[in-house]
Structure formats: C-alpha cells, structure tokens
C-alpha cells in the first residue's frame, strides 16, 4: 500500500462530488429565515410548498433540499395537508 501522499492526499472539506462541483453543506433555508421574518409552513401556503415538490408533484427528499428534520417534518404534514383540500396536485398528468 502506498503512503496516503501517493494516493491524493488527506481528505479535505469541499471535495468535488461526481460531477466536477464543489460539494457545499446546504442549509436549512427555514432555520437560515428565521429572524428575519416569522417562517410560515403553512398548508396554506401552496407557493412556498410547492418549490418543495418535484416535477412529478411528490415532495422533495430532504437531503436533496438541504431542509433539516425538524423543518422537512413540517413541510410534509403541510403539503399533505394542502393536498386534501386541493391547494396541490397528488401527481402531475
Ligand atoms: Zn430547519
């Protein structure tokens, strides 16, 4: 086995995932509201939902938004809720 100096390195914060990127820690983008203004999750809010829903109308796995626990918990009881009373589609087509 090679020194870890032959085989590129130590491994450092903002490697660059597959796709040539810099990879960046995503924030929350409620917890990095709030403060400046009340954060609304709110079923009656489709808009702001519904930047939380894929093209095919399901919602967003959190890891891909970057939205913490707390806050994806929120947002699926909202969109799920929005959804009985037809704010937002169920699936697209
Ligand atoms: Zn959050």
Redesign the pocket.
């Known amino acids: 086995m090679l020194p870890r100096a032959y085989r590129g390195g130590p491994r450092r914060y903002g490697r660059r995932d597959g796709r040539g990127r810099r990879r960046r820690r995503k924030v929350?983008?409620?917890?990095?509201r709030?403060g400046r203004q009340p954060q609304i999750i709110d079923y009656k809010h489709a808009d702001t939902l519904r930047r939380f829903l894929d093209e095919r109308s399901r919602i967003q796995k959190a890891r891909k938004m970057g939205?913490?626990?707390?806050?994806?918990r929120k947002l699926g009881r909202a969109i799920k809720r929005a959804r009985e009373i037809a704010l937002l589609p169920f699936t697209e087509d």
């Open positions: 929350c983008e409620f917890c990095a709030r939205t913490c626990r707390k806050h994806q």
